[in-house]
């Protein structure tokens, strides 16, 4: 196969030989196929299907078992907002002042409102269902991507890789902004992997996939404007080599310019889902520099201590990645990038799967090295950086790929035997993720010695996820205890609650139990609360309850009537 001129002067396949010599930064395809050409559909193939497949029919199943998270209320509300901001034919200007809200992109929101007033269905229970679905297609982006670098093989490795890691399934379904953010990040990437494949002349198809999720992100979070980054590293990462420098200058000229539709579509998108972007043209940048310098007084653990968001160590992200990733995902995602630096035979990389490597790589280590040096805010362990972890999953796809190339380079049992011990650990794994159902997003690796290690010192369930459980875990005991009292109808007990009362109320059945919305909390006769930065601790009371996954507490439901009733007998009179 050879480079033809097409009728734009630029390089186009042809696997007819043609006398005219093409362009000399057209990527000579005639030594192994041009990256993007089509690959046989084949078990690999059909298996990652099956997986996806899977997850689709197990999320259906199990949305219903997670819980609303802190920000779903008013994320929902911002969407109702945008919506009536339009409606009102741009009259209603209340999302400009809802919090800090509107320096947010509201896509996800703006799509499950409509669904909600569509579906007569739990409006959380739509934002659930799509979350789940947007996580899913995040995993067939990364089988996707992995596909383009290294095959079919990396593909179904990288799809078990994300599938399995618990700070992305335990998240799929209630972090409605993480996720959807994450999703379309990783599905532009893919985008611009085929593009960059055939610069200066890339697919329009592959040119308006990446304007459409490129807006997608920025609709969702500021950071997506990385994608404008990653895309003149593309540029630049893809030239050709040994060539001249008016050569060079022809198709960073060429390729940027078949990119402006791309860009274009992502603005409308944007100012679309994100109104306040639309009020002027500078303040998407006002929102990104307002996303570096958040600072609520939110409070994280990190290796023992406490710290609130503006004030965590350069060490939190970088830190957290590493001990919340399977390691045997991390360590194939390493190997990914250092074997064709160390045996480029070995490892049998071509030229543009060097290039794509290079380029996923990027999308990992340049906002993790941006939030380290510029000592950014962060919080909740992962959350505003779930965006990396899909490319991690496609470096591991990548990484198994070439260790059980090597393997089946030396022999074929060897090839097997690899094969076979990557399964283990993956049902491992597996077997994990179903132990700490529906708490998945509590994954530690054995860095920290898992969730044991990891409870008191790092982040645990900081949406209270375990708020269902705990207060079954009350209701039982409350109708157990019920009939030694009197007067038991009319009865109402106040319920202390460290976590959100939209949550409470929608789980809620007993209706002796009530939200204690009074100022004085130490007056509530229960109290619910995770382990997570000790909250369980701002409340004395006998053990009545736990949530726990391994012998770990999550939560716990304390019973504080005893000491009522001691402090009304001591108080004077």
């Known amino acids: 196969m050879k480079a033809r001129i097409n009728h734009s002067g630029i390089c186009a396949q042809s696997a007819d030989d043609v006398q005219q010599s093409p362009p000399a930064w057209c990527p000579d395809y005639s030594t192994g196929g041009a ?50 901001y339009y409606t009102s034919g741009f009259r209603n200007r209340e999302l400009f002042g809802f919090q800090n809200l509107y320096l947010y992109g509201g896509l996800f929101d703006i799509v499950a409102v409509a669904l909600s007033k569509l579906i007569s269905i739990d409006p959380y229970d739509v934002r659930h269902i799509i979350c789940a679905m947007t996580g899913i297609g995040g995993i067939g982006a990364v089988a996707a991507t992995a596909r383009l670098i290294a095959g079919p093989r990396a593909a179904l490795m990288a799809a078990i890789s994300l599938a ?130 958040f600072h609520y007084g939110i409070r994280t653990l990190y290796a023992g201590s406490i710290y609130e968001m503006a004030n965590v160590p350069r060490s939190y992200v970088p830190t957290y990645i590493l001990i919340r990733v399977p390691l045997l995902t991390l360590s194939a995602a390493v190997l990914a990038v250092i074997l064709p630096l160390l045996e480029r035979q070995v490892a049998r990389v071509r030229q543009f799967e060097q290039r794509d490597i290079a380029l996923v790589s990027l999308t990992v280590i340049f906002p ?41 380079n030396a022999s074929r049992t060897l090839a097997s035997a690899g094969l076979a011990i990557l399964t283990v650990c993956f049902l491992w794994n597996a077997g994990t993720l179903f132990s700490l159902h529906p708490y998945e997003y509590l994954f530690y690796n054995s860095l920290v010695g898992g969730l044991e290690g990891a409870s008191r010192r790092y982040d645990l369930d900081y949406w209270f996820n375990a708020m269902p459980e705990a207060i079954r875990q009350l209701e039982a005991y409350v109708r157990s205890t019920a009939p030694s009292e009197t007067n038991w109808p009319g009865r109402v007990y106040s319920v202390a609650v460290c976590g959100e009362r939209l949550e409470f109320e929608r789980v809620i059945r007993l209706p002796q139990l009530h939200w204690d919305f009074r100022p004085a909390w130490n007056q509530s006769e229960f109290f619910i609360a995770p382990t997570q930065t000790n909250c369980d601790m701002d409340l004395d009371g006998k053990i009545v309850g736990t949530v726990e996954r391994f012998g770990v507490p999550i939560a716990y439901v304390k019973d504080r009537r005893a000491l009522l009733t001691q402090t009304i007998a001591a108080a004077p009179h």
């Open 35 to 84: 990256p993007t050409q089509a690959r046989p559909l084949g078990v690999y193939d059909i298996a990652t299907s099956l997986l996806i497949f899977a997850l689709f029919v197990v999320a259906l199943c199990t949305f219903r078992d997670f819980s609303i998270s802190n920000d779903e209320g008013v994320q929902h509300h911002y969407g109702e907002l945008i919506i009536d």
């Open 164 to 293: 399995l890691c618990g700070v992305w399934y335990g998240s799929m379904f209630n972090h409605t902004k993480d996720i959807p953010f994450a999703a379309t990040m990783i599905g532009a990437t893919c985008c611009l992997i085929r593009i960059a494949h055939r610069l200066p002349s890339p697919r329009m198809g592959d040119v308006v996939g990446f304007g459409l999720l490129a807006g997608a992100a920025v609709g969702i979070r500021i950071l997506g404007l990385l994608l404008a980054i990653y895309m003149c590293f593309a540029i630049l990462l893809y030239l050709p080599g040994q060539s001249h420098w008016q050569t060079r200058w022809r198709f960073v000229v060429v390729s940027s310019i078949r990119m402006l539709p791309a860009l274009a579509i992502a603005y409308f998108i944007m100012i679309f889902a994100w109104p306040w972007a639309a009020l002027s043209p500078l303040n998407p940048i006002r929102g990104l520099l307002a996303f570096s310098d």
């Open 368 to 408: 993790i090295a941006c939030q380290v040096i510029a000592h950014g805010p962060a919080f909740s362990g992962l959350r505003h950086f779930m965006f990396v972890i899909p490319s991690i999953a496609v470096l591991s796809g990548v990484g198994f790929e070439n260790i059980l190339r090597y393997l089946g």
